[in-house]
């Protein structure tokens, strides 16, 4: 139960399609003074050091941030997403990977609040240890729960502030996470249907997945953008990762457009054969720049 460590995947390509979104939507939510939450169901430590003999058993970042840092010329929301990683590297090396809740931390202004859930005992104890670090200003901002964030999300919403942004992120290393994934999402949006919710998920050769991503799809009375990158075609054994996607509910009207810019590019960068490619889907409702429900 207990076997997942992303700091051994920190700085992936998975990172950099999440952390790259999850940037555009902050950046979007504070462009209006009123506050909101960040909820993060599966915060992990928080933030990496790439030195590390987690992080460097198998390098998982050359083939994700570095790759991304030795290119010229990249799209904007790549740009800001690099930025906001610099902001953590002061001295111009990548040595320390912000995950979501460094992140979101980043972001927060006086008013606004961060919330991390963390059921393993080892990622919740750095995760604590790195909090404990920060300045007393930013620990007032936050609360780490040592929970379950699946179940644990319900008491969250709708927040005091009503606007809010929740990442919903396991491991899926249990066949289950898929399952509960759905259920968390649907249970979200009955308690506070305006939330952003951002989903992110694996592309691995297993029919939850793709069950997954059409029971998403089908949700009604809330549009989403539908986001995946493929580095590389699916292992011929079955196993391993060849991509990620993520899916966003409620989002900023801006960001489908960010990422018709974004994921081309990102799909040639990162690419590890013939056969990377992307997806991008919208909701009929997201056509025209709708009122965005999640602001």
């Known amino acids: ?25 902050l950046d979007y939510f504070n462009q209006k003074d009123t506050p909101y939450w960040v909820i993060d169901t599966h915060a992990g430590a928080g933030i990496y050091d790439l030195t590390d003999e987690w992080a460097t058993k198998n390098a998982e970042f050359t083939d994700g941030l570095d790759r991304v840092l030795a290119t010229e010329k990249r799209p904007p929301m790549i740009e800001r997403y690099l930025e906001a990683v610099g902001d953590f590297n002061p001295d111009g090396v990548a040595n320390y990977y912000p995950g979501s809740p460094w992140l979101a931390m980043q ?150 457009d960010a990422l018709a810019r974004a994921l081309p590019w990102l799909s040639k960068t990162l690419a590890l054969d013939d056969r990377a490619t992307f997806t991008l889907k919208k909701s009929g409702a997201s056509k025209d720049k709708p009122k965005d429900k999640g602001d």
Not at 4 to 9: D, E, G, K, S
Not at 202 to 231: F, G, H, I, Y
């Open 1 to 25: 139960m207990f076997s997942y460590r992303h700091a051994f995947h920190a700085g992936n390509h998975a990172d950099v399609l999440k952390h790259s979104i999850l940037v555009q939507i």
């Open 107 to 256: 972001a927060l202004r006086q008013k606004d609040r961060l919330r991390l859930f963390e059921l393993h005992p080892n990622e919740i104890a750095i995760l604590q240890e790195n909090l404990a670090q920060q300045d007393r200003s930013v620990q007032k901002k936050v609360m780490v729960y040592e929970q379950d964030g699946f179940t644990g999300l319900k008491a969250l919403l709708p927040p005091p502030t009503r606007r809010s942004v929740t990442i919903i992120d396991p491991s899926y290393e249990a066949k289950s996470d898929y399952r509960a994934t759905l259920q968390c999402v649907q249970d979200a949006l009955r308690r506070f249907p305006t939330g952003c919710y951002a989903v992110w998920y694996p592309l691995v050769q297993r029919r939850e997945v793709t069950e997954l991503q059409r029971s998403l799809e089908k949700l009604k009375d809330c549009s989403w953008v539908n986001a995946t990158l493929s580095v590389r075609k699916p292992p011929s054994d079955g196993f391993g990762l060849f991509g990620s996607g993520m899916f966003i509910i409620n989002p900023p009207y801006t960001l489908h």
